[in-house]
Antibody, heavy 120, light 109 residues
């Protein structure tokens, strides 16, 4: 069973960057396609980006392009999401989640979420 | 970009009742690419339904999905106390590949 364990809550000032980690267990990261989804307080789910096997590269939602970088360390089975130039609008819970492109085309395993608070 | 609409935003039911939730797409999507999630407060979403009507692993059979084209439905045949939550539909496509509906909250009448 795939388990995703994320790093702890962060408080950042506007203009700073944040890096959230997502540790995989029960499987190897190289056999998973990892994505990131965020949820502002009291709001819905927003896809940020992830690995697209059709293109063979990580793709990002247009609104985050130039500001987000998603990486993977296969030696530790850990995925990372780095978001820069933070504003108060980036206050949200950030989830890592895997996508099954074979059958589901949906997010089948999720991390527990990491709250990022941006405040001066 | 495909926009998903879920209305109303909140539905109220009593335990044991049947709940029918709607998800409408701004353009036709393949039934293979429509999924539903349940989210409870403080928790990550949980995949319920994929491919419009297939239940994910471990999902009780009181949850079912149907639909095609632009109109999709999640039905909970008999609401259990643990089913009161927010439900999101999600589609897979292109540019962007993943979009979610705004969610429907199912609360207790």
């Amino acid at each position: 069973q795939v388990q995703l364990v994320q790093s702890g809550a962060e408080v950042k000032k506007p203009g700073a960057s944040v890096k959230v980690s997502c540790k995989v267990s029960g499987y190897t990261l190289t056999h998973l396609t990892m994505h990131w989804v965020r949820q502002a307080p009291g709001k819905g789910l927003e896809w940020m980006g992830g690995f697209d096997p059709e293109y063979g590269e990580t793709i990002y939602a247009r609104k985050f392009q130039g500001r987000v970088t998603m990486t993977e360390d296969t030696s530790t089975d850990t995925a990372y999401m780095d978001l820069s130039r933070l504003t108060s609008d980036d206050t949200a819970v950030y989830f890592c989640a895997t996508v099954d492109y074979g059958d589901y085309f949906a997010f089948d395993f999720w991390g527990q979420g990491t709250l990022v608070t941006v405040s001066s | 970009e495909v926009v998903l609409t879920q209305s109303p935003g909140t539905l109220s039911f009593s335990p044991g009742e049947r709940a029918t939730l709607s998800c409408r797409a701004s353009q036709s999507i393949s039934s293979r690419y429509l999924a539903w999630y349940q989210q409870k407060p403080g928790q990550a979403p949980r995949l319920l339904i994929y491919g419009t009507s297939s239940r994910a692993t471990g999902i009780p059979d009181r949850f079912s999905g149907s639909g095609s084209g632009t109109d999709f439905t999640l039905t909970i045949s008999r609401l259990e106390p643990e089913d009161f939550a927010v439900y999101y539909c999600q589609q897979y496509g292109r540019s962007p590949p993943f979009t979610f509906g705004p969610g429907t909250k199912v609360d207790i009448k």
